[in-house]
């Protein structure tokens, strides 16, 4: 008689949560497989065996990550104002961030370093803000490079988010700045 599986789904998605929450809140050198099975209740071999080891955990959640800002961005409607889409991207990305912020920490400000890979791949999630300043720049809304257009965007959208998230800007101050800062970098990129 073979051994019963213990390795399951469950105890895939218990380390995927301790990941998650650890890499979000601990530097990356100090986050021990043994650490990991032991929030997650279960035994270090699960990590090697479900995973092959701490870093395709940690691959595994930054993919996680990555599919759910992809999905919430994708999710934006595409109206007749590109500007506007743009505005509505910028709303979902900081929506995702605040309702997913340790995923969002480990994407951007905690185990991994964001690195632009130059290609964008059809599960980017900047894929849909590069699409919608090509189409305002098609429509001559907007004057510049698209990759360019987006960083700057981006930086300014992820300095509020992290802000806020960090517990620097409270959220009537944080949402005043979104409503006028993403706005202003749009002017500033305005044909």
Known sequence: MGRPRTNDDTVKEHLIASATEMFATRPRESVTIRALAAAAGTATAAVYSLFGGKDGLVA?????????????????????????????????????????????????????????????????????????????????????????IALSLWVTLHGLLTLELAGALDTATAETAFGSAIPAALRGWAA
């Open 60 to 148: 595994e959640v930054r993919n996680r990550a990555v599919a759910g800002l992809y999905q919430e961005l994708s999710s934006v409607a595409v109206s007749d104002d590109p500007l506007a889409d743009i505005y509505a991207l910028a709303v979902a990305y900081r929506r995702w961030g605040r309702d997913h912020r340790h995923l969002y920490m480990v994407l951007f400000g905690g185990v991994q370093s964001f690195e632009p890979s130059g290609e964008v791949g059809a599960g980017d999630p900047v894929r849909p803000l590069i699409e919608t300043i090509d189409r305002a720049l098609s429509a001559s809304l907007l004057s510049g490079e698209a990759t360019s």
